[in-house]
Structure formats: C-alpha cells, structure tokens
C-alpha cells in the first residue's frame, strides 16, 4: 500500500505536446508541501552552469538544494518570506533582506525567485499580470515556456520549463514530483 500510495504522488513518464492552459493547475495555488527533483541549467551572456535540484516547499518556506555532477559542488537556497540564506557548501553562509538584490550579486543577473515558485507548478504568480503564450506565459518581463508535462495523480505536471529574458536563460527539468510528503 505504502508503494502504491508514493507512486501516486510521483511520476517519470513523459507528456509532449501538450497545450498550457494557465488554469488547469489554479487548484495547487493552495498547496502547501510539494517537492521536486530534477536538473537545472542557467546561462546568460558571459556565464552558463548546471546542477542538479532538490526543491522542497513548504508553507512559507522554499529550500532549494543544488549539487554538481557526482555530487561535487553544492549549495543551499532557503527563501523565507523576507529573507534569503545561501550556504554555498564550504562554510561560506550569506543572507540578505533584499532578496532580488541578493540573488543579482551572486548570479550577476536577477531571478525572479518568489514567482518562479509558482512558475515551476505551470502557474502565472497571483496577483500579476501576464500575458499567455503557445506554450505558456510572459509575466515580470521573463517568457516562461512548459515544453512537456508528466502524469502525478490527477494533475499534470510541468517536466521540462525554459524561462528567458534577454540573454537570461534557465532552464529545468524535473525528474519527480512529490506531494505532501510523499
């Protein structure tokens, strides 16, 4: 029962060519646990890197583990809701109330990280505009395109995201899906 409950709650089979609809997942605008791994790669005009992604969501809370091949490398990002912490892995810890701010001096270009939140489950981030796309939206200035959706449960997850603006690129593919602690 217990595997049949926890595969469930995770998926890996892929769906391609899928239209976004930007209100098949309004309902997990609620949802309080949920966690994703994966593997993320961002680039923009004079730096580019990748690593792997463990996300963990909690209420109020996002901790966002990333390691490098082989687990060599690692880092970890918890956003509160007015404070950021990365732990770059080598005793090297630093914080910051201004958390757009923050995020630009260590990547050298901003990451919209309290709507890429809502990004990741294929959601627009409430109460801002935006605009639709084929294959998803335009929202802060940033294109976020879902180019295939995987089976979890009864929703349809995103499995592979790119997100761009400029020369600003990320993109992310997500391996499994977890809710609730599964």
């Known amino acids: 029962m217990a595997v049949a409950l926890f ?29 994703l791994k994966g593997r993320i790669a961002m680039s923009n005009a004079s730096d580019s890197w990748s690593a792997n ?17 082989l687990g060599q490398g690692s880092a970890r990002i918890v956003l509160l809701p007015d404070l950021i912490v990365i732990d770059q892995g080598d ?6 109330t201004n958390i757009d701010s923050y995020i630009k ?25 935006f605009v639709r796309l084929e294959e998803g939206f335009e929202q802060l200035l940033w294109e976020v395109h879902f180019l295939s959706f995987i089976p979890v449960g009864n929703n349809l997850m995103p ?18 899906w977890i809710f609730n602690g599964n």
């Not at 992604?53 to 091949?69: A, C, R, T």
């Not at 005793?91 to 910051?96: D, E, F, M, Q, T």
């Not at 499995?159 to 499994?176: D, H």
């Open 7 to 35: 595969l469930s709650g995770c998926s890996t089979r892929s769906i391609e060519k899928i239209q976004y609809l930007p209100t098949q997942n309004q309902h997990l605008h609620g949802l309080e646990h949920w966690r």
């Open 53 to 69: 992604i463990d996300w963990v969501h909690e209420k109020n809370k996002e901790s966002i583990g990333l390691s490098g091949p």
């Open 105 to 129: 001096q260590q990547l050298g270009f901003v990451v919209p990280v309290t709507a890429l939140r809502f990004w990741v489950l294929g959601l627009p981030a409430p109460d801002r505009d």
């Open 159 to 176: 499995r592979k995201i790119i997100i761009k603006k400029k020369s600003a690129k990320l993109k992310l593919v997500v391996e499994q």
């Open 91 to 96: 005793g090297k810890v630093g914080y910051s």
